[in-house]
């Protein structure tokens, strides 16, 4: 990610999501910038009750792979990169179930990597804390949850976020910034 190479130092970088992408892409641009906005439309996950069933919440596993070890180790945090690996269920290969020729069951497998890496099994939930403990860790990021992104102008450097707050009343809140990362997901608004 070489946003120092478009937005001067002193520049405002605003990032629309806290996922991993978001959550990564804000601890990357503290390294280079002093004014980090994240922006959140859920509320703050790490501060809800465990006592949720995991069957209740809306979540997958997340699958990481060398690229994504690569890039957390990149970050600089290595305390962070232990945090999410000391949970990661290595993934070696799949079994690819089938029938041969002569209707027998078969079972082949079939590694993810020529060079034996794996993919490791993350929870989501789990992957998102340690991240978002880590910006709040992180002076000169700042995160906003409950905003709901609805309107960017690229040409004047500004978007618009309603503020959804669960005991507040809905506003609009007017956001400048040098530099725009959308990272909101798939029903994303930056994306339309």
């Given at each position: 990610?070489?946003?120092?190479?478009?937005?001067?130092?002193?520049?405002?970088?605003v990032?629309?999501?806290?996922?991993?992408?978001?959550?990564?892409?804000?601890?990357?641009?503290?390294?280079?910038?002093?004014?980090?906005?994240?922006?959140?439309?859920?509320?703050?996950?790490?501060?809800?009750?465990?006592?949720?069933?995991?069957?209740?919440?809306?979540?997958?596993?997340?699958?990481?792979?060398?690229?994504?070890?690569?890039?957390?180790?990149?970050?600089?945090?290595?305390?962070?990169?232990?945090?999410?690996?000391?949970?990661?269920?290595?993934?070696?290969?799949?079994?690819?179930h089938?029938?041969?020729?002569?209707?027998?069951?078969?079972?082949?497998?079939?590694?993810?990597?020529?060079?034996?890496?794996?993919l490791?099994?993350?929870?989501?939930?789990?992957?998102?804390?340690?991240?978002?403990?880590?910006?709040?860790?992180?002076?000169?990021?700042?995160?906003?949850?409950?905003?709901?992104l609805?309107?960017?102008?690229?040409?004047?450097?500004?978007?618009?976020?309603?503020?959804?707050?669960?005991?507040?009343?809905?506003?609009?809140?007017?956001?400048?910034?040098?530099f725009?990362?959308?990272?909101?997901?798939?029903?994303?608004?930056?994306?339309?």
């Amino acid at each position: 990610m070489a946003m120092d190479a478009g937005a001067p130092e002193k520049a405002k970088i605003v990032i629309v999501g806290t996922g991993p992408v978001g959550s990564l892409a804000a601890l990357y641009a503290s390294v280079h910038h002093d004014n980090v906005e994240v922006y959140e439309l859920r509320g703050d996950d790490r501060h809800t009750s465990s006592s949720t069933s995991s069957m209740l919440q809306k979540t997958i596993n997340f699958t990481l792979s060398e690229r994504g070890i690569r890039a957390l180790e990149k970050s600089g945090r290595t305390d962070l990169l232990s945090v999410i690996m000391c949970t990661a269920i290595p993934m070696c290969g799949r079994i690819i179930h089938g029938r041969s020729a002569t209707r027998q069951l078969t079972e082949i497998f079939h590694p993810y990597d020529v060079h034996g890496n794996s993919l490791y099994s993350l929870d989501r939930t789990a992957l998102n804390r340690a991240l978002r403990q880590e910006i709040e860790k992180t002076t000169n990021v700042k995160t906003f949850f409950h905003h709901k992104l609805v309107r960017t102008d690229l040409t004047a450097r500004k978007t618009w976020l309603d503020q959804r707050g669960p005991i507040t009343a809905p506003a609009t809140r007017e956001v400048d910034f040098d530099f725009l990362i959308g990272a909101d997901g798939a029903h994303s608004i930056m994306r339309q």
